[in-house]
């Protein structure tokens, strides 16, 4: 299995080349376009509890796509809002996975559902997360560009909670308000996270929070 990026990182689409007997699942309607010989089976990722949860979770459909080659061939894939993807490799660790940010999958990858509590506003204001395991990789889209930090032992840093995409189960954090009361209402960071090291981030530069609030004086109401 090999794979390339164009368009990035504001219009990202993924092209994975497949030789025979490789497979993937992607998030439906992901699929652009597709060459060669591949079979499609529809399931529910994990079993259909797990398909549920991950609906409930969020913008996640219950079932997942799996595509397998049957011949040397190509797929295209692309997410629904513009922004970047970036893979993710699994060594037998776990990643917590915003809900909207899964695009597809390959390897021996279970999925489970990872009640946040009220941490979990962390992540665009979802208590629940997505938990990716195993062994294999993952690609994850975001909108705007994804950048990622490194948090090395004994480092901390604070982070503005719409642009988490992603991070090592585990990772130590603590939820706050931003800076005073007044910093709070007129900053306009609202909640932030102090995060600490080690652990490995995923960001995305632009939140559609934000953009929706940008564009709502423009849409007329019916």
């Known amino acids: 299995m090999e794979w390339e990026y164009s368009g990035k990182p504001s219009y990202t689409i993924l092209k994975i080349k497949l030789n025979t007997g490789d497979w993937l699942q992607a998030e439906p309607g992901a699929m652009v376009l597709m060459k060669g010989n591949i079979e499609i089976k529809t399931t529910t990722g994990g079993g259909i509890l797990k398909g549920l949860l ?47 940010a899964y695009l597809a999958s390959h390897g021996n990858i279970r999925f489970d559902v990872e009640w946040g509590g ?55 954090y603590n939820i706050r308000k931003f800076g005073g009361w007044k910093s709070f209402i007129l900053g306009g960071e609202g909640i932030v996270a102090d995060v600490y090291g080690p652990s490995r981030i995923y960001l995305q530069t632009r939140t559609l929070p934000v953009f929706a609030s940008m564009i709502e004086p423009y849409i007329k109401s019916k």
Request: a negative charge; aromatic letters at 14%.
């Open 118 to 172: 009220f941490k979990g506003l962390i992540t665009e204001g979802e208590l629940l997360w997505l938990k990716l395991s195993g062994y294999g990789g993952f690609w994850i889209t975001a909108y705007g560009n994804i950048e990622i930090v490194d948090l090395q032992p004994g480092e901390n840093m604070t982070i503005d909670n719409f642009h988490f995409v992603a991070m090592n189960a585990g990772t130590r």
């Open 54 to 100: 991950r609906s409930i979770a969020g913008s996640e459909s219950i079932f997942l796509n799996t595509y397998i080659a049957r011949g040397p061939s190509e797929i295209w894939l692309a997410p629904g809002a513009p922004g970047d993807i970036v893979y993710v490799p699994l060594n037998g660790n776990a990643y917590i996975v915003q809900n909207f």
